[in-house]
């Protein structure tokens, strides 16, 4: 990661603009340390996006048994989790770690769906490491005007 510090070479602002005619003041690197800590949850990267009869979510999860995987939908609330485990393979044998990154242990997601949908038209697939989680829109349902007394 590289900081750039930049300063004016007068004191008066050039009429170009804030950051015209200033010069660097100095550069410097910040070196990340190759290994992470461990992490005890971790949040896989997922694409939401919309056609015309569905929402379809996919998540990147390779190396998860799709077994161990809990969908849920709460429709009232137009929310989807998912939530699962990526257990590590070589966990317990002694091994020296020069590099990383690949994330092992729970994992929870919580997606607020961008429409009404039918929760009973959900499926889901899990195939090259992806999850995709397609869910059918609810057709819109016309509200009924609803009558308010007055106390």
């Known amino acids: 990661m590289s900081f750039t510090f930049l300063m004016p070479k007068s004191d008066q602002e050039s009429s170009l603009g804030p950051s015209a005619g200033r010069r660097v003041l100095s550069v410097f690197s910040v070196q990340r340390s190759a290994l992470r800590a461990p992490h005890p949850s971790f949040a896989p990267p997922v694409d939401v996006y919309e056609t015309d009869g569905e929402v379809v979510v996919r998540m990147e999860i390779a190396g998860i048994d799709p077994t161990t995987i809990s969908i849920t939908i709460i429709g009232d609330e137009h929310l989807l989790t998912i939530s699962g485990e990526r257990s590590?393979?070589?966990?317990?044998?002694?091994?020296?770690?020069?590099?990383?990154?690949?994330?092992?242990g729970p994992f929870r997601r919580q997606i607020r769906l961008p429409v009404e949908i039918d929760e009973s038209e959900a499926?889901?697939?899990?195939?090259?490491?992806?999850?995709?989680?397609?869910?059918?829109?609810?057709?819109?349902?016309?509200?009924s005007p609803r009558s308010v007394p007055i106390d």
């Not at 590590?88 to 092992?104: L, S, T």
């Not at 899990?126 to 509200?143: H, N």
Request: charged content about 30%.
């Open 123 to 143: 499926s889901a697939h899990y195939s090259d490491g992806f999850l995709v989680v397609r869910l059918l829109k609810a057709e819109s349902r016309p509200k």
């Open 88 to 104: 590590d393979p070589a966990a317990g044998q002694p091994r020296k770690y020069h590099n990383m990154e690949i994330e092992c």
